[in-house]
């Protein structure tokens, strides 16, 4: 059974930092690709940042690059998310997602596993 559970989430200035993780079942944490994605209400879900299977590649959209980080832990099948300088833009439903491809794609589609999501919400 593939389980993702995400944590971390939370209610922030901007400025500020916070830190999501994502516990996932050892089987596909150490042979999936493992990415997040938000939605922030009336709109459609969006990519936010990706690692592969051996953490050797990493891709992040646009809109976060230089501020967010992705990481994965091996020993805990836990993925990161680091997110410094927060904006009130950043506010919505972060969720983890697993995609059994060897290569990382942006497209939520192509994630089957998904958890459950955890609010972040930046005030200004």
């Known amino acids: 059974q593939v389980q993702l559970v995400e944590s971390g989430g939370g209610l922030v200035q901007a400025g500020d930092s916070l830190r999501l993780s994502c516990a996932a079942s050892?089987?596909?944490?150490?042979?999936?690709?493992m990415g997040w994605f938000r939605q922030a209400p009336g709109q459609e879900r969006e990519f936010v940042a990706a690692i592969n299977w051996s953490g050797s590649s990493t891709s992040y959209a646009d809109s976060v690059k230089g501020r967010f980080t992705i990481s994965k832990d091996n020993a805990k099948s836990t993925v990161y998310l680091q997110m410094n300088s927060l904006k009130p833009e950043d506010s919505a439903v972060y969720y983890c997602a697993a995609d059994p491809a060897s290569v990382i794609r942006r497209i939520p589609s192509s994630y089957p596993y998904w958890g459950q999501g955890t609010q972040v919400t930046v005030s200004s």
């Open positions: 050892r089987h596909i944490f150490s042979n999936y690709v």
